[in-house]
């Protein structure tokens, strides 16, 4: 079954960096797409970012620019680049994953991501 972890959360400034892991088990499919979600108290959760097997990356508009979605297959691990914080940032970012997605982009759709990591809390605040 696949499993995934999250790290790399914390507490950082405004205008300050962080990079979140997602370290994945269990992944056997060749086609899958795996994205960031955040939740922040009394808000629901929404997507940040997301990438496919097919090479397509998205963004949602209040972090493009500033966050980048990468992954490194060798470690079976999806990152984060958060740069240019802010505190509106703040919540707790979760990764998640469907597998056997043969879209070319991500769906928009979170009830379709059926794996989750357990979370990791960023704070920004000064």
């Known amino acids: 079954q696949l499993q995934l972890v999250e790290s790399g959360g914390g507490l950082v400034q405004p205008g300050g960096s962080l990079r979140l892991s997602c370290a994945a088990s269990?992944?056997?499919?060749?086609?899958?797409?795996i994205g960031w979600f955040r939740q922040a108290p009394e808000k629901e959760r929404e997507g940040v970012s997301c990438l496919s097997s097919r090479g397509s990356t998205s963004y949602a508009d209040s972090v493009k620019g500033r966050f980048t979605i990468s992954r490194d297959n060798a470690k079976n691990t999806v990152y984060l680049q958060m740069n240019s914080l802010k505190s509106e940032d703040t919540a707790v970012y979760y990764c998640a994953a469907i597998e056997h997605w043969y879209g070319s982009a991500c769906p928009r759709d979170p009830r379709l991501f059926d794996s989750w990591g357990q979370g990791t809390q960023v704070t920004v605040s000064s």
């Open positions: 269990g992944f056997t499919v060749d086609f899958y797409a």
